[in-house]
């Protein structure tokens, strides 16, 4: 039973509300440093006001323009890097985390069981672990500075994985046995009836995934070397290279506001799914 009272009520926002701003106010430095010239943004204290050079500063990062001593990149570039990588980690690693649980739960081969466990301890082994192996294997393929070495080493996910096994286990045996009697066979099936039941899971694995290679920092720091194919957050790194005095941090900050909008735009168009997702999964 949920007890109403009005100074609970009155307490319970002022608490959000402290949180809230304890959250947004590290948001709204960066944002009105962005806004500042290079000179405004060392004074101390800081303004707390934002400035005038809102449209100079945004356009000097998407260009690359900045007067900066270390790497001037143009952010609209990095940024698109940045977005192929994401999608192509998301819906990669859907698609075969998908086919995976489907062949492991629906398919009775030797070793099934081996095959998951093996899958599931992989969990205890995560990029940063394997990565001198992998780094060498990358390398090897002649896939250093491309989409391929960014990415094909992060697209399964043993999470994922083991999430849409525990999803169709709950799935009913005569859903199975009706698209036999229709004369679906397993890919019918799969496509027909599991993808579909599994929307809102996958919805909700699009959004962490998505977030997880927008921020992938180690990885791509290891295997680009060519300015042209840095992803947002590398490129970031890179401008502060230089040492304080040679660095424009306007310029970084107006670059961090354009790293943080693709995420949030994904979070706030699917927030409806991704919530649904998380509960249907816990059921």
């Known amino acids: 039973m949920v007890e109403r009272r009005p100074t609970l009520g009155i307490l319970a926002h002022v608490v959000l509300i402290l949180g809230v701003l304890i959250v947004a106010f590290p948001l709204y430095v960066t944002f009105v440093a962005s806004t500042q010239t290079a000179e405004q943004i060392v004074q101390t204290p800081m303004s707390l006001v934002p400035g005038n050079q809102l449209v100079e500063n945004y356009t000097a990062a998407l260009k690359g323009t900045g007067m900066g001593a270390a790497s001037n990149a143009p952010v609209g570039r990095m940024m698109f890097i940045s977005l192929?990588?994401?999608?192509?980690?998301?819906?990669?690693?859907?698609?075969?985390s998908l086919l995976s649980a489907f062949a492991i739960v629906y398919f009775r081969f030797p070793f099934r069981m081996t095959v998951?466990?093996?899958?599931?301890?992989?969990?205890?082994?995560?990029?940063?672990?394997?990565?001198g192996p992998t780094y060498q294997v990358v390398s090897d393929f002649g896939m250093l500075n491309t989409y391929a070495g960014l990415t094909v080493p992060l697209i399964a996910s043993a999470t994922a994985t083991f999430l849409f096994r525990q999803f169709f286990l709950t799935v009913p045996d005569e859903l199975a046995e009706a698209a036999r009697i229709d004369g679906a066979g397993p890919m019918r099936f799969f496509l027909d009836v599991l993808v579909p039941l599994s929307a809102t899971s996958c919805a909700a694995l699009f959004v962490i995934q998505f977030i997880y290679g927008w921020n992938q920092y180690l990885w791509p720091l290891l295997v680009t070397t060519d300015e042209s194919m840095y992803p947002?957050?590398?490129g970031i790194k890179r401008m502060i290279s230089g040492g304080d005095a040679a660095t424009d941090w306007n310029i970084v900050m107006a670059t961090a506001v354009l790293a943080m909008l693709p995420p949030a735009v994904v979070v706030l168009l699917m927030q409806r799914w991704f919530v649904k997702g998380l509960v249907d999964t816990e059921k």
């Open 116 to 131: 998951f466990w093996a899958i599931f301890v992989t969990l205890m082994l995560p990029v940063e672990v394997r990565i």
């Open 84 to 96: 192929v990588t994401a999608l192509v980690i998301a819906f990669g690693k859907i698609a075969i």
């Open 232 to 234: 947002v957050v590398i």
